[in-house]
């Protein structure tokens, strides 16, 4: 099967960093997968790069199902043929400074199943999908999985337990993947995006979304970027 370009697939991809994240490897010439849990809002997302005129195509994805994973290595396989990059974005913080219940940003008070719930999404979505797609991925294929400041081991304060634990643990999951990989040519690097201005981040995040996104594409894209297994921010590596 001839491809005349690279394959992009980004979770998450119907809002925020991984909609501009889509965005511009779409506009560096790569054919990028957008992938969704909602088919409405991912169709929105789509229709908007389409009006740009933009290399895109859209299927529907779970992160949570390790059957939707499979499923949508199977279709890449037919269609395509390989994955080249891999933007492990999809991501939710349901714990809230302003809720005292189950979902409570307190480590005291959070409830144990949303901690589940958030490591199956931050953590486990990532490794489902490395382990779908990483047999498509030739020498030079590059995984770039979304974490946090937050996940830093050296910088941990209070709060937000699930989400602290889920990032500290991706991190982690890149290391291993990179050590994984690093015999077929496979790069995979962790990214902090800093605090940015998406629904999750909020109105009052010090960040844009496309200076957010700058290190994700660098990593995902950029012939220069050949080193594997760390964490990033503003293209630096930065402590774990």
């Not at 895109?56 to 949508?72: F, G, M, P, Y």
């Not at 077929?184 to 010090?206: E, H, K």
């Not at 994700?216 to 774990?240: M, Q, Y």
Request: hydrophobic share 40%.
């Amino acid at each position: 099967m001839q491809q005349t370009k690279m394959i992009a697939v980004v979770t998450g991809a119907n809002r925020g960093l991984g909609l501009e994240t889509a965005r511009q490897l779409a506009s560096r010439g790569l054919h990028v997968i957008l992938t969704a849990r909602n088919p409405r809002t991912g169709a929105e997302a789509l229709g908007r790069l389409q009006t740009e005129k933009l290399a895109v195509e859209l299927r529907k994805l779970d992160v949570n199902s390790t059957e939707d994973a499979q499923a949508l290595a199977r279709y890449i396989k037919e269609a395509h043929g390989r994955v080249d990059v891999l933007v492990n974005n999809a991501g939710i913080l349901p714990e809230s400074s302003r809720d005292a219940g189950a979902k409570s940003a307190n480590p005291l008070k959070v409830s144990p199943l949303t901690v589940m719930e958030i490591f199956n999404t931050n953590t486990l979505g990532a490794v489902r999908l490395i382990q779908a797609l990483a047999p498509l991925m030739p020498e030079g294929a590059r995984i770039v999985n979304v974490s946090s400041g937050m996940g830093a081991l050296n910088d941990t304060g209070g709060g937000y337990l699930g989400y602290r634990i889920s990032k500290a643990a991706l991190n982690m999951v890149t290391r291993m993947f990179a050590a994984e990989l690093a015999p077929r040519g496979i790069l995979v690097n962790s990214v902090c995006p800093g605090w940015v201005r998406t629904d999750m981040g909020g109105t009052g995040a010090s960040r844009s979304i496309e200076k957010g996104v700058e290190t994700i594409v660098w990593l995902a894209s950029a012939p220069e970027a050949t080193e594997s297994g760390f964490f990033w921010r503003d293209r630096r590596k930065i402590p774990w």
